[in-house]
């Protein structure tokens, strides 16, 4: 099986910033593009930003310029630096990736979400 956990959520007035992080744990093979995703209360989870395992990113107009999408393919990691953050950032970040398992079976698991708030 394969699992993603993410951290770094929290609290922030706006104008801060935050770092998340995901990390990919279990029988894995290969992990191809990564992403974050972000949901708000009583709002449709939204694309935040995606990698692939090149390095080629790819981010929904409202974060461009203000957030950045890396990985650290050694780790199976993948991160998102938040910088400028507004109070519409507000929501609860999930990260996801394609991933092929050991056994040659390719899977799309979601981590658990992490809470962003951030304060006028």
């Known amino acids: 099986q394969v699992q993603l956990v993410e951290s770094g959520g929290g609290l922030v007035q706006a104008g801060g910033s935050l770092r998340l992080s995901c990390a990919a744990s279990?029988?894995?093979?290969?992990?191809?593009?990564m992403g974050w995703h972000r949901q708000a209360p009583g709002k449709q989870r939204e694309l935040v930003a995606t990698i692939t395992s090149g390095g080629t990113t790819n981010y929904a107009d409202s974060v461009k310029g203000r957030f950045t999408i890396s990985r650290d393919n050694a780790k199976n990691t993948v991160y998102l630096q938040m910088n400028s953050l507004k109070p519409e950032d507000t929501a609860v970040y999930y990260c996801?990736?394609?991933?092929?398992?050991?056994?040659?079976?390719?899977?799309?698991?979601w981590g658990q979400g992490t809470q962003v708030t951030v304060s006028s």
């Open positions: 279990g029988s894995i093979f290969r992990v191809n593009e």
């Open positions: 996801n990736a394609d991933v092929v398992r050991r056994a040659g079976i390719r899977t799309a698991p």
